[in-house]
């Protein structure tokens, strides 16, 4: 069974450091891409950024660029979305999903979230 | 890079009645190998997103037949042709022809 599987909800004060994870399991996590999707407090789905952990082939958003960084480590089978110096506006759901590419498309596996709140 | 723009925002559909949203992108998202990239997601309340359907008019694993998509190069179509309880949610559609890739705003359909 496909599952990605996310770290646990994030309290942080502005101007800490965060990595949050996602555990692939049940499929071969090195042939499909992980995407990580935001959505602020009441708002709709905003795009990040997307990675292929076999070749660590890494894509950001224009808004996200320098932002965050989103890495992987195919021993563990996990992407990671990473914070230098958290803002209160980073507060939001962050969601990392499966994206199948290639000649086909789709994120078809997603996981429960990771809240994270920023404030002083 | 690509924007997406969806219609109507809020959708309030009766039971058993059919339900069609719009997404037209700023740029055609058909690429040359006759794929149009595409996508729509479902929200569920107090959910993560799942995948509906992908380029364009393909039916996702598991999703019911009620739905379905259509549309070429900016202009596209998601309809369910007969609302069911169980569609209240936010739907996205998401482009993916090249990144970044983007998603619409969100169409939330709601039940009379």
């Known amino acids: 069974e496909v599952q990605l599987v996310q770290s646990g909800p994030e309290v942080k004060k502005p101007g800490e450091s965060l990595k949050i994870s996602c555990k692939g399991s049940g499929y071969s996590f090195t042939s499909y891409w992980i995407a990580w999707v935001r959505q602020m407090p009441g708002k709709g789905l905003e795009w990040m950024g997307i990675?292929?952990?076999?070749?660590?082939?890494?894509r950001y958003s224009p808004s996200f660029q320098g932002q965050v960084t989103i890495s992987a480590d195919k021993s563990v089978t996990t992407a990671y979305l990473q914070w230098r110096s958290l803002k209160a506006s980073d507060s939001a759901i962050y969601y990392c999903?499966?994206?199948?590419?290639?000649?086909?498309?789709?994120?078809?596996?997603w996981g429960q979230g990771t809240l994270v709140t920023v404030s002083s | 890079d690509a924007v997406m723009t969806q219609s109507p925002l809020f959708l309030p559909v009766t039971p058993g009645e059919p339900a069609s949203i719009s997404c037209r992108s700023t740029e055609s998202l058909l690429h040359r190998n006759g794929n149009n990239y595409l996508d729509w997601y479902l929200q569920k309340p107090g959910q993560s997103p799942q995948l509906l359907i992908y380029l364009g008019s393909n039916r996702a694993s598991g999703v019911p037949d009620r739905f379905s998509g259509s549309g070429s190069g900016t202009d596209f179509t998601l309809k369910i042709s007969r609302v069911e309880a169980e569609d209240v949610g936010v739907y996205y559609c998401?482009?993916?022809?090249?990144?970044?890739?983007?998603f619409g705003q969100g169409t939330k359909l709601e039940i009379k």
């Open positions: 990675i292929y952990p076999g070749v660590s082939d890494t």
């Open positions: 998401m482009e993916a022809l090249e990144t970044p890739y983007s």
């Open positions: 999903a499966r994206w199948v590419g290639g000649t086909s498309s789709g994120s078809d596996y």
